[in-house]
């Protein structure tokens, strides 16, 4: 079965540091990837998905991913850490079937003024 | 406004009680999902619907009822409530399976005293 672990459980940047979450996953074949991000008091919300293809990907709101195969990872990143992304981050992976999302357990990003 | 809606976000009830989680979707999607999010357990799936009348479960279905006369409704009722489904639950569509994007609602927050 598959399975996404999310080592951090919080990580706290500064306003404008570089942020990277980490994400690894334990999955039999190429892996559907997903990055998700929840605002306080909210439903989830899609960042990007990695399908096949290049191995870095772009989403929303300034993020970024990198697939590496080798090393089981789906690391997410940003340059430039803004107030606003203060939230929770969830990793994720589809199974074998395609209907069913397994989530990490989140990292909690907390942003210093 | 078109999107995804749950009622109620908040209820409190006491051990042994009924209670129904309801859920709206206006986009026509065919899946629909029903997740609960705990701390340390990230989000778990419940049940999942494919379309009207078909309804499977995800990992933790216990204690758990769904149904899906209609495309555009999902509900999730707990026949027993007890302590330990105190928890957030979200409801989730997707246009497909392939594509992973599910869209969130806000939550339902359950208290079982």
């Known amino acids: 079965a598959q399975s996404v672990t999310q080592p951090d459980i919080h990580i706290t940047v500064s306003e404008g540091a570089s942020l990277e979450l980490r994400c690894n996953y334990s999955?039999?074949?190429?892996?559907?990837l997903f990055w998700y991000v929840q605002s306080p008091g909210q439903g989830l919300q899609l960042l990007l998905k990695y399908f096949s293809g290049d191995t870095l990907v772009q989403g929303i709101k300034g993020f970024e991913a990198e697939f590496k195969r080798s090393q089981s990872s789906f690391n997410l990143r940003k340059p430039s850490v803004h107030w606003s992304d203060a939230a929770e981050y969830f990793c994720?992976?589809?199974?074998?079937?395609?209907?069913?999302?397994?989530f990490g357990g989140g990292t909690r990003l907390m942003v210093k003024p | 406004d078109a999107g995804i809606t749950q009622s109620p976000r908040y209820k409190i009830t006491e051990t042994g009680r009924q209670v129904t989680l309801m859920c709206h979707q206006t986009w026509s999607h065919s899946y629909m999902f029903w997740y609960r999010q705990d701390l340390g357990h990230g989000l778990r799936l419940i049940y999942y619907s494919a379309a009207a009348d078909i309804t499977d479960k995800g990992e933790v279905p216990d204690g758990y009822v769904v149904s899906r006369s209609k495309t555009e409704n999902f509900p999730l009722t707990l026949e027993s409530a007890t302590r330990s489904q105190t928890s957030v639950y979200f409801c989730?569509?997707?246009?497909?399976?392939?594509?992973?994007?599910?869209?969130f609602g806000e939550g339902s927050r359950l208290t079982v005293l």
């Open positions: 994720a992976v589809v199974n074998n079937a395609g209907n069913m999302l397994t």
């Open positions: 999955y039999g074949a190429t892996p559907y």
């Open positions: 989730a569509s997707s246009e497909s399976k392939e594509t992973g994007e599910l869209f």
